[in-house]
């Protein structure tokens, strides 16, 4: 009895998230920041990552989505029973922030992601010369989003922080 008892609290806690963005942006980064709380090498990313993060008896399934152009068509094949999006930004990259943007609206107009809430990673904030959180939300009309709930948050991957 037991056992089914800790199989259906397991199954209860065990939420999905998809992690996205542009392709450099730090995605499997901050998914092995999670995971192990180290930086680990990393490569582009080709289809997906995925691991199961464990927070106070919460379960994560964290899938972390390639995001070079030609791979970017194919995210909404991870959307089906997605309740977290994080949305990981290059901070620097300001040439590519309107590409970001265009895929931000495109997910949030997706029907399985309609009650999915987003966190939004303002990464590389360690850089010089870094667009700050408040900047790439007034670029990305974060306040404009009223059926999300949602947060920007500032952070390096490679140190922790944020």
């Known amino acids: ?85 994080i949305l990981v930004v290059d901070s620097i990259d300001r040439e590519r922030l309107a590409v970001t943007k265009e895929e931000l609206y495109r997910m949030l107009a997706h029907e399985d992601l309609r009650k999915a809430a987003v966190l939004i990673f303002a990464n590389k904030q360690d850089m010089k010369g870094c667009m700050t959180a408040a900047e790439i939300s007034k670029y990305l009309t974060l306040s404009s989003i009223k059926d999300h709930p949602w947060h920007i948050q500032s952070c390096c991957a490679l140190t922790g922080e944020g």
């Open 1 to 85: 009895m037991n056992a089914i008892i800790q199989s259906f609290e397991s199954w209860v806690n065990e939420h999905k998230v998809i992690i996205v963005g542009l392709d450099n942006a730090g995605k499997t980064t901050i998914l092995y920041q999670f995971l192990m709380n180290e930086v680990v090498h990393t490569s582009p990313t080709i289809g997906s990552n995925v691991e199961e993060i464990v927070v106070k008896n919460t379960h994560f399934l964290m899938w972390d989505i390639g995001g070079q152009e030609s791979l970017r068509s194919s995210w909404n094949t991870y959307y089906s029973n997605t309740e977290f999006i």
